[in-house]
């Protein structure tokens, strides 16, 4: 009986001192915390490391040529504030100014009456050698392509503004209204 008595009065001495069920549910929640505490340190860690900068350089029609640190996903309008904005001589209408950069690119602003040659008028040259980039070609120059007019042009770049750069060319027919037969005219004369 003495036996009973004890651990009758041991557990009324963990329940009235908080070591019964809100004890445990306290140790619970203090780990729980922990947890949490963890997964957000390790969350800030990998966002720090997604949120490095690109780096552009702008040259040409602008105030400040020169090379820009950017956030992924920036677009050519904000490298040219970044870059003290155009200068009066600049053929801001060559240019697509809401296409998205990539890292390392480079984007060359055409002076008006600069001839307005597509091979490098408005984003990075959008050609290699004599084959157009289909990743930074703007639509006039996409438009260069055989059975490539200005609808399937606008695809192209609607395409690369939702999905980001063409892996390889093949990826092209992934463009609505660009199928074999289309893909197969322009193969040579495309690169990425």
């Given at each position: 009986?003495?036996?009973?008595?004890?651990?009758?009065?041991?557990?009324?001495?963990?329940?009235?001192?908080?070591?019964?069920?809100?004890?445990?549910?306290?140790?619970?929640?203090?780990?729980?915390?922990?947890?949490?505490?963890?997964?957000?340190?390790?969350?800030?860690?990998?966002?720090?490391?997604?949120?490095?900068?690109?780096?552009?350089?702008?040259?040409?029609?602008?105030?400040?040529?020169?090379?820009?640190?950017?956030?992924?996903?920036?677009?050519?309008?904000?490298?040219?504030?970044?870059?003290?904005?155009?200068?009066?001589?600049?053929?801001?209408?060559?240019?697509?100014?809401?296409?998205?950069?990539?890292?390392?690119?480079?984007?060359?602003?055409?002076?008006?009456?600069?001839?307005?040659?597509?091979s490098q008028s408005a984003v990075e040259d959008g050609t290699d050698g004599d084959?157009?980039?289909?990743?930074?070609?703007?639509?006039?120059?996409?438009?260069?392509?055989?059975?490539?007019?200005?609808?399937?042009?606008?695809?192209?770049?609607?395409?690369?503004?939702?999905?980001?750069?063409?892996?390889?060319?093949?990826?092209?027919?992934?463009?609505?209204?660009?199928?074999?037969?289309?893909?197969?005219?322009?193969?040579?004369?495309?690169?990425?």
């Amino acid at each position: 009986m003495k036996k009973i008595f004890s651990l009758f009065l041991a557990i009324l001495i963990l329940l009235f001192t908080g070591c019964g069920e809100d004890g445990i549910l306290l140790a619970q929640d203090t780990e729980s915390r922990q947890v949490q505490k963890e997964v957000a340190s390790e969350e800030n860690e990998e966002a720090a490391l997604s949120n490095e900068p690109m780096y552009v350089y702008i040259c040409g029609e602008v105030m400040e040529p020169g090379v820009y640190p950017l956030p992924e996903h920036s677009r050519i309008y904000e490298l040219v504030e970044m870059a003290g904005g155009l200068t009066e001589d600049a053929a801001p209408e060559s240019v697509n100014m809401a296409q998205e950069l990539t890292d390392g690119q480079m984007i060359n602003i055409p002076a008006a009456g600069d001839g307005q040659e597509l091979s490098q008028s408005a984003v990075e040259d959008g050609t290699d050698g004599d084959k157009v980039n289909i990743n930074t070609a703007s639509k006039d120059l996409l438009m260069t392509l055989n059975g490539i007019g200005e609808t399937k042009a606008d695809s192209i770049l609607s395409y690369r503004e939702q999905n980001g750069p063409f892996d390889s060319t093949e990826d092209l027919m992934q463009v609505d209204g660009i199928g074999q037969g289309t893909y197969s005219k322009i193969k040579d004369m495309i690169t990425i």
